[in-house]
């Protein structure tokens, strides 16, 4: 069962250059996130997608887009990269947003601005 | 402040000792409580969620909330070697609101 897929599991990117996460999930879940997790901040919501076809801003989505491109896939893409996006991103999803749901997560992608 | 507050630890416990792990959060509007473990280098995974007041065991694990006092916690009994991890507590509102997620919780377990 591969759950939550994300890919690349690591990258080191420039200042100013671009690049797109990819997150895919094979659980049929309605509800995909995505999360920045940095050293003594926990886990922070950037965009989230309660369904397909929507999207909505979290904590802190300055920085960032998102795009939900049917109901498996979910990117984040980074237009201009700064060393503040230094950070391990990962995606969530969950089969709905109700109060008993849980949150399945990938494997995260740690990446490094330069 | 931080919607949903821990105690950065580090939690030192004993093996076989009883570790308490605690979480307090602002939003009174919360309604579902989740913790999560996460080992170094690795992603969270769902130990127990819990909604009601009162007490919820699984296994080792017993959560407690009290919706009085907006308190929240993760009693592991039997304490291992295994459960050194960082355990994060999550909340989540009612209808379709995503996690909201505390600092997290360094535990380390001594054998």
């Known amino acids: 069962n591969a759950g939550v897929t994300q890919t690349p599991k690591f990258q080191v990117l420039k200042t100013g250059q671009s690049m797109t996460l990819q997150c895919a999930q094979d659980m049929n879940h309605n509800s995909m996130y995505w999360y920045r997790q940095d050293p003594g901040m926990g886990l922070r919501l950037i965009y989230y997608s309660a369904s397909e076809g929507t999207t909505d801003k979290g904590e802190v989505p300055n920085g960032y887009n998102v795009s939900r491109l049917n109901k498996r896939e979910f990117s984040l893409r980074l237009e201009s990269a700064a060393p503040s996006q230094t950070s391990v991103y990962f995606c969530?999803?969950?089969?709905?947003?109700?109060?008993?749901?849980?949150?399945?997560f990938g494997q995260g992608t740690r990446l490094t601005v330069v | 402040q931080k919607e949903v507050e821990q105690n950065s630890g580090p939690l030192s416990v004993p093996e076989g000792a009883i570790a308490s792990l605690n979480c307090t959060y602002s939003?009174?509007?919360?309604?579902?409580f989740f913790w999560y473990r996460q080992y170094s280098g690795k992603s969270p995974e769902l130990i127990m969620f819990i909604y009601s007041n009162g007490d919820k065991e699984d296994g080792r694990f017993t959560a407690q909330l009290n919706k009085a006092s907006q308190y929240v916690s993760l009693l592991i009994r039997d304490s291992q070697p295994s459960d050194s991890a960082t355990y994060l507590c999550a909340q989540r509102r009612g209808g379709n609101t995503p996690l909201v997620f505390g600092k997290g919780t360094r535990l380390s377990v001594i054998a």
């Open positions: 969530a999803s969950s089969v709905r947003q109700g109060p008993d749901t849980e949150a399945f």
């Open positions: 939003d009174r509007g919360s309604q579902s």
